[in-house]
Nanobody, 122 residues
Framework: QVQLVESGGGLVQPGGSLRLACAAS????????LGWFRQAPGKEREGISF????????YYIDSVKGRFTVSRDNAKNTVYLQMNALKPEDSAIYYC???????????????WGQGTQVTVSS
C-alpha cells in the first residue's frame, strides 16, 4: 500500500523548534519529489517547501526561508522538515506529499499524508 505518514507535530512556544517526519511505505521516496504543505483554519492550503529526488533543487517560500530546513534520509525512506524560530502564524496542519515534478503547486502531487497539527502558542 502506497502511503505517507507524517509525525512530529505538537504544541510549541513561539521561538521553539519542531522536526516533522514524513515516512513512506509501498514506494521509494528516493525517486520522487517531496513537498511540504500547510493549511491553517479558514485559509487555503499553502505549499511551503519541496526537495527534488537528487536533493539539488530545494525550495522554500519566503515566510519560512532561513527558519525551515528540508532533508531526506533515503535509507529510512523518510523526509524531514526542521522548523526553527516558530511563530504563531506557523500554526497549521502540515502535510507531506510525493510527486514527479519539482514544484510548489499541489496539483502535481499524487500521494498525500494525513497531516500533523503544529500549534505555536504561549
Amino acid at each position: 500500500q502506497v502511503q505517507l505518514v507524517e509525525s512530529g507535530g505538537g504544541l510549541v512556544q513561539p521561538g521553539g523548534s519542531l522536526r516533522l517526519a514524513c515516512a513512506a511505505s509501498g514506494f521509494s521516496l528516493a525517486n520522487h519529489v517531496l513537498g511540504w504543505f500547510r493549511q491553517a483554519p479558514g485559509k487555503e492550503r499553502e505549499g511551503i517547501s519541496f526537495i527534488n529526488n537528487r536533493d539539488d533543487d530545494i525550495y522554500y517560500i519566503d515566510s519560512v526561508k532561513g527558519r525551515f530546513t528540508v532533508s531526506r534520509d533515503n535509507a529510512k525512506n523518510t523526509v524531514y522538515l526542521q522548523m526553527n524560530a516558530l511563530k504563531p502564524e506557523d500554526s497549521a496542519i502540515y502535510y507531506c506529499a510525493a510527486g514527479p515534478v519539482a514544484t510548489i503547486l499541489s496539483k502535481f502531487y499524487r500521494t498525500w499524508g494525513q497531516g500533523t497539527q503544529v500549534t505555536v502558542s504561549s
